[in-house]
């Protein structure tokens, strides 16, 4: 799949499920594993994992694969992994702690998030 229309489905997949504080980082000058790390807030452990659930299952809708999926018996940090794209799902003080935005926060992405209440386009 494209990187940006996976990245689209993946920032529309966390936005289904209200996540919040969504970041968006191009990696590919830091690291050949993957392109993009994206960074999302979650208010908990339930949504967290309804978060993974949800870019899970529309990347496999759309015919993406998914690697791995990693922490959802906790949900305080849950990591999605679609190859090209590397999804962290945090609890607001997880992410404060470790403070992925420092690491690979040298390049954020600009993206267009749908407002709040704001009827999405269609894909």
């Known amino acids: 799949m494209d990187l940006k229309k996976l990245q689209r489905l993946v920032i529309d997949a966390l936005e289904d499920v209200k996540a919040q504080d969504i970041k968006v980082f191009d990696t590919t000058s830091l690291t050949g594993l993957f392109d993009r790390v994206v960074v999302v807030s979650a208010t908990s452990n339930r949504q967290s994992r309804a978060l993974a659930a949800s870019v899970r299952d529309k990347v496999k809708e759309r015919g993406g694969?998914?690697?791995?999926v990693e922490g959802e018996d906790t949900g305080e940090?849950?990591?999605?992994?679609?190859?090209?794209?590397?999804?962290?799902?945090?609890?607001?003080?997880?992410?404060?702690?470790?403070?992925?935005?420092?690491?690979?926060?040298?390049?954020?992405?600009?993206?267009?998030?749908?407002?709040?209440?704001?009827?999405?386009?269609?894909?």
Do not use: C
């Not at 694969?65 to 791995?68: E, F, L, N, R, T």
């Not at 404060?96 to 269609?122: C, D, F, H, Q, S």
């Open 65 to 68: 694969s998914v690697i791995s």
């Open 77 to 123: 940090w849950v990591l999605v992994d679609l190859g090209d794209i590397v999804v962290h799902i945090m609890q607001p003080a997880v992410r404060t702690y470790y403070n992925l935005e420092e690491i690979w926060g040298g390049k954020p992405v600009r993206v267009k998030l749908v407002p709040t209440g704001a009827a999405r386009p269609a894909v």
